[in-house]
């Protein structure tokens, strides 16, 4: 009797190892990375795996299951924290000139910024809400699972090189002013933003797979982190952003992200800038 042929075996190995993890990660910490897009999180686990000189997937089972912070470096490393100021600067230019205009008259206005990574477009929106009279009656929501991003984000120390590129957003986002003017010089490659661009912000950690709503938002964005998810994550997170919205609140996804069958419950006020606004019920 000849013998089962198995091509791929090494591949199925890999892949039942890759779920072992998972289900370790799970048990322990109670953060369900299932939902994650496979190929993409398994080759940055591996990556990983390369970068501490263990063999094999499995190898990072024991350390997590003993070891918190062990777990957060790798949580932290995983995670794709990028981003830009006024990223896809058309976006920010409609919401300064279209969606603030219907904002201000709110006697408040509460804007989550959900996976802010590293905060980059958080400042921004910032930036653009004290230009246009905005920010005292505003708060900003910074939310995001990965802590070296939020510290960053937090700290608002950024590298030099890149305020050419970023200054050249601002002003194509409809910037008023000097870009200069919101920043410092913190040392010679390294700029912080001005401390005044803070006062209305509140990070913090949340995991957009695993918690719940902590408010009602008149403006979510979130772009850019739907695109890691597989679909039923997708479907999972958008009814939390509904569930968040105050009435006739905005949401703004990525330039490759939509919203799937919760569509019905949003109209679409800018599709080629992913703007939807929530029905009325």
């Not at 190995?13 to 398994?42: F, M, T, W």
């Not at 990983?48 to 470096?73: A, M, Q, R």
Request: proline share 2%.
């Amino acid at each position: 009797m000849g013998h089962l042929l198995l091509p791929s075996l090494d591949q199925d190995i890999e892949d039942i190892e890759y779920q072992l993890l998972l289900d370790a990660i799970s048990y322990r910490y109670g953060h369900d990375l299932n939902s994650y897009a496979k190929k993409s999180l398994k080759r940055r686990l591996l990556r990983h795996v390369d970068k501490l000189g263990y063999e094999k997937l499995t190898d990072l089972i024991k350390p997590i299951l003993h070891d918190e912070t062990f777990f957060e470096n790798l949580l932290n490393t995983v995670s794709v924290p990028v981003t830009e100021m006024f990223r896809d600067p058309e976006v920010f230019h409609i919401l300064r000139n279209k969606i603030f205009t219907l904002l201000q008259t709110y006697p408040s206005i509460n804007i989550w910024h959900a996976g802010c990574a590293t905060g980059e477009e958080v400042y921004s929106m910032a930036i653009m809400l004290e230009e246009e009279g905005l920010y005292d009656h505003c708060h900003i929501y910074a939310t995001d699972f990965n802590t070296d991003s939020l510290e960053i984000a937090k700290q608002g120390i950024y590298s030099y090189s890149k305020m050419k590129k970023y200054t050249e957003n601002y002003y194509l986002a409809g910037g008023k002013n000097s870009f200069s003017d919101y920043y410092d010089d913190n040392t010679q490659s390294t700029i912080k933003i001005n401390k005044r661009l803070v006062r209305n912000i509140t990070f913090a950690k949340h995991n957009l797979a695993n918690d719940r709503s902590f408010g009602q938002f008149n403006l979510i964005m979130c772009r850019n982190v739907l695109i890691y998810f597989d679909k039923k994550l997708q479907e999972k997170v958008l009814s939390l952003f509904y569930d968040s919205s105050a009435p006739l609140g905005y949401l703004c996804l990525g330039s490759h992200e939509s919203l799937t069958n919760i569509d019905f419950k949003y109209n679409i006020i800018y599709a080629q800038y992913k703007i939807y606004q929530k029905r009325n019920k």
